[in-house]
Nanobody
Framework: QVQLVESGGGLVQPGGSLRLSCAAS????????MGWYRQAPGKERELVAI???????NYADFVKGRFTISRDNAKRTVYLQMNSLKPEDTAVYYC??????????????WGQGTQITVSS
């Protein structure tokens, strides 16, 4: 069974930092684009950042200059370094990966979500 397992969430004060990790496990042929989305209460899920297998990145405007996405292809892991956190960053953060389980078409997979709360 293919899974995305997240870690690193929690409570942080405004201006603080957190690092999220997400590892893909199971029988996987290839891990393509990986990324992070978030969903705040009463709002739709929104893109935070994505990274391709080649390392190209794309960020939402509201995190540019504060968050950095990276990946370790050998470990099938994606990271999100979050600095200068603001209360409006409070949300459940979801890991995303587009993966092939075999040589057929790729599918989208999601992690279980991890809560980030930014509050004093």
């Amino acid at each position: 069974q293919v899974q995305l397992v997240e870690s690193g969430g929690g409570l942080v004060q405004p201006g603080g930092s957190l690092r999220l990790s997400c590892a893909a496990s199971g029988i996987i042929f290839s891990v393509n684009t990986m990324g992070w989305y978030r969903q705040a209460p009463g709002k739709e899920r929104e893109l935070v950042a994505i990274i391709t297998i080649g390392g190209s990145t794309n960020y939402a405007d509201f995190v540019k200059g504060r968050f950095t996405i990276s990946r370790d292809n050998a470990k099938r892991t994606v990271y999100l370094q979050m600095n200068s956190l603001k209360p409006e960053d409070t949300a459940v953060y979801y890991c995303y990966a587009n993966m092939n389980r075999n040589s057929g078409p790729a599918s989208n997979y999601w992690g279980q979500g991890t809560q980030i709360t930014v509050s004093s």
